[in-house]
């Protein structure tokens, strides 16, 4: 696996880590559960691994909108084994879930970051959890579970009504006990936002920042980049204006992006970095 641009939150990115998204899940808006069993999930995040991801995110429960919950035990199912091969084989795992126990089991499996949509909303007990197993935390911004979440998209100012809502959890989440350097922050694009509000906060990264917390950005195959394309364009076309994201994102100085297509997204930062070299040297 590649050697991380920044393996620490906190450090000065000049490029992101690429998390892979790894979804042992039947029902994923993104590639419908082809990567369900066990087997089939290890392999396609070695598949991962080898294109350029720094991160493979795993996780058991479909965040789609409208999607049903799954049981606590067959989350666990789902994630665990998955997570110990790969911790076994010395890559770099985070787990994406809302539950506390699942996180600590993860964690105990060999994952290192506990990747939370709901930043410590949906269990009352993952801050705790999460101080307690030392892992990297990261809080998304959301508002409510994917049944709702649709109907919760009202803001005065998105950009800094998610800067302040995520300022909370933080103040939150710290007193738990969660080290604030082992913090880092999602806009949660998609969840609760209309697609003009994914736009302005991707365009308000700056704004974000001012909490002072690394950011990752999720963007990839998400509704609001379907509507640049042909309609009924398949789900798989939305990873080149995820590329793009991932670049402009880079500018912004996010500290990762999660992305279902890593290939692209290393090549298209491979240019973005070339580029910068290309300035560098004609003004040395």
């Known amino acids: 696996m590649p050697e991380p641009a920044a393996a620490e939150p906190g450090e000065s990115a000049t490029a992101p880590l690429i998390m892979g998204v790894v979804n042992v899940t039947p029902d994923s808006f993104s590639d419908g559960g082809r990567w369900f069993d066990t087997d089939a999930a290890v392999a396609h995040a070695l598949e991962l691994d080898a294109a350029g991801a720094d991160l493979l995110d795993v996780g058991g429960e479909s965040t789609r909108p409208g999607a049903a919950r799954v049981d606590p035990e067959e989350e666990l199912r789902r994630v665990v084994p998955v997570i110990r091969e790969l911790a076994r084989r010395g890559l770099r795992v985070s787990v994406d879930t ?9 964690v105990a499996a060999g994952a290192e970051i506990i990747n939370d949509v709901s930043a410590g909303l949906a269990d009352a007990e993952m801050g705790r959890i999460a101080a307690a197993t030392g892992a990297t935390y990261v809080a998304m911004h959301w508002r409510g579970h994917s049944d709702r979440m649709d109907d919760l998209a009202t803001y005065d100012d998105v950009a800094r009504d998610v800067r ?6 933080v103040d939150e989440l710290v007193a738990a006990g969660v080290s ?24 308000n990264l700056d704004v974000l920042a001012e909490l002072g917390y690394p950011l990752l950005v999720g963007a ?6 379907g509507a640049l394309l042909p309609e009924g364009a398949p789900v798989e076309d939305r990873d080149l204006p995820t590329a793009v994201i991932s670049v402009l994102s880079a500018r912004a100085g996010a500290w990762g992006v999660r992305v279902h297509d890593v290939a ?13 070299s290309g300035r560098r040297g004609q003004h040395s």
């Open 98 to 106: 809302m539950r506390a126990a699942t996180a600590a089991a993860a």
């Open 220 to 225: 990839s195959r998400k509704r609001f980049l």
């Open 164 to 169: 302040d809502e995520l300022a909370r959890r």
């Open 180 to 203: 604030p350097d082992r913090l880092i922050l999602d806009p949660g694009l998609g969840f609760s936002k209309r697609a003009e509000q994914n736009w302005e906060l991707l365009a």
């Open 264 to 276: 692209g997204t290393r090549v298209a930062l491979d240019v973005a970095r070339a580029w910068q």
